[in-house]
């Protein structure tokens, strides 16, 4: 096989695996036009759609998935191998994938990683920003970090960082205005920030445990966003009640722009675990990243 059509399948797959032109152009360095081009030209080549392009989405027809399942696997198997060769390098290099949300990105991952990786410079760590569960294997990841209720059973697993909780925060203009909830129920007579879960689809069901009472309240409000961040913004301009991280809402509660209501029903879980396939963890790059990432607490 010339190289050229080696670079056509390698091309293929990141399309497949970011289901986008854009997104696939942008992770592999190169124009939407030229990747389309190529695309075009190895499905002449081979006779068949591999893809069906709508104006909003790109995904594999039955012959591109067939496709793609074959060619993952062995094409993971070769960056392996590739990575074990550069082993016998004085320093560690490669490339390492990681997906992960903007919570554990901007609260554990990138504190630790930020003063370890200006010593290894032929490490190129590409962070893909994501609530998503994806799997990470098909999808062309090397790790994956989630909370440790959220991993797959498959992987190994190392803890990178404590338990936390999830808070429900409100403004003191809010509270005047509507009243303070008391039990987790009385959330669905307020206006209250929501999140959408990507992975299922649908809104997150906020969960609330006392004792042996364990509660999951369907909210309703105005807004609804995909990440922490911006609730607490908008929770702090009175439009409700969010639900969000509690490490990430403290300086905002203790200067009293929010108050945290239903305080003794938030209980702690679970903190944030990297995961990933055992072939990796033998590669002297991805050690860095595991051994600076982990817990020590």
Same mark, same amino acid.
């Given at each position: 096989m010339a190289r050229e059509q080696f670079n056509d399948l390698l091309w293929f797959l990141a399309v497949a695996e970011e289901r986008s032109f854009t997104r696939a152009a942008a992770r592999l360095g190169i124009s939407q036009s030229t990747l389309s081009h190529t695309i075009k030209r190895l499905e002449t080549r081979m006779g068949v759609l591999l893809l069906n392009r709508t104006t909003r989405n790109v995904a594999p027809t039955e012959a591109g998935e067939r496709l793609h399942a074959s060619l993952s696997p062995r094409i993971a198997e070769i960056e392996s191998e590739m990575a074990a060769i550069m082993?016998?390098?004085? $320093?560690?290099? =490669? $490339?390492?994938? &990681?997906t992960l949300s903007d919570h554990a990105?901007?609260? &554990? #991952?990138?504190?630790?990683?930020? /003063? #370890?990786?200006? =010593?290894?410079? /032929? &490490?190129?760590?590409e962070f893909s920003v994501d609530s998503a569960f994806r799997n990470i294997v098909d999808s062309g990841f090397d790790a994956g970090i989630r909370l440790g209720e959220s991993v797959e059973h498959d992987m190994i697993a190392v803890r990178i960082g404590p338990d936390w909780r999830l808070v429900a925060v409100a403004s003191p203009a809010y509270l005047a205005a509507r009243g303070t909830p008391l039990h987790p129920k009385d959330l669905t007579t307020h206006t209250c920030i929501n999140i959408r879960q990507i992975a299922a689809g649908g809104l997150y069901a906020w969960e609330f445990e006392k004792g042996d009472e364990v509660l999951r309240v369907r909210v309703e409000g105005q807004l609804?966003?995909? =990440?922490?961040? /911006?609730?607490i913004d908008a929770a702090m301009r009175g439009y409700g009640i969010a639900y969000v991280p509690e490490d990430i809402v403290a300086a905002q509660v203790a200067s009293g722009a929010l108050v945290v209501v239903l305080d003794n029903w938030s209980q702690p879980f679970a903190g944030y675990f990297i995961y990933y396939p055992s072939r990796r963890q033998n590669l002297p790059a991805f050690r860095v990243i595991v051994d600076a990432l982990r817990h020590r607490g």
């Open positions: 082993s016998y390098r004085d $320093r560690p290099a =490669g $490339r390492v994938r &990681i990105l901007r609260t &554990i #991952v990138w504190p630790k990683l930020r /003063e #370890v990786l200006s =010593g290894y410079p /032929e &490490i190129r760590v609804t966003f995909n =990440g922490s961040y /911006e609730m």
